[in-house]
Each structure stands twice: as C-alpha cells, then as structure tokens.
C-alpha cells in the first residue's frame, strides 16, 4: 500500500512542471480572450495544443498511474484501507 502510494507521488510530481506550463498558457489565453473576445490563429492554435497535451496527460494518470484506482491490498484486506486512504 506504501509503495503504492509513494510511486504514485513521484509520478504526479514528475508531472508537475506540464501541469503548471499548462495552467499557465490557459491562463494567458483566458486573459486575451477575456480582455478582446477573440481568439487570434496563434491562440486558437495554442488552445488545441493545451488541450491535447491536457487530455494526454489526464489519460496517463488515471490509465496508466492509475490515481483512482484501489490497491489490491486495501481492497482484499480491510485494515489497510485506512491507510491507503489517509496516504492518498
């Protein structure tokens, strides 16, 4: 269950440079679209690429992390669902 757990950590954190570039150019494009109410080709560009890598990423961690899944061990054995829980 720790192991589990502590993989998981090290993958999300290993993300955590894309995740922050991507909140940061949503960010930059709401802000333009916001203050003009156009996209221009460059952001409109952008935007599909943000969202792409959004998506790929959210795929990697649920599909392949598996940060909602249950461990096998909490699930089997009951007295470690409460740690797992309080880990995760």
Known sequence: VVSNIMGQTVALDWHLDTVDELLRNF??????????????????HTLFQVVARNNSLFIEM???MGIKDRSDTAWHLSQYEGLHEGMR
């Open 27 to 44: 960010s930059d494009i709401n802000s333009s679209v916001e203050s003009t109410g156009n996209f221009t080709s460059m952001e409109r």
């Open 62 to 64: 649920v599909g392949k």
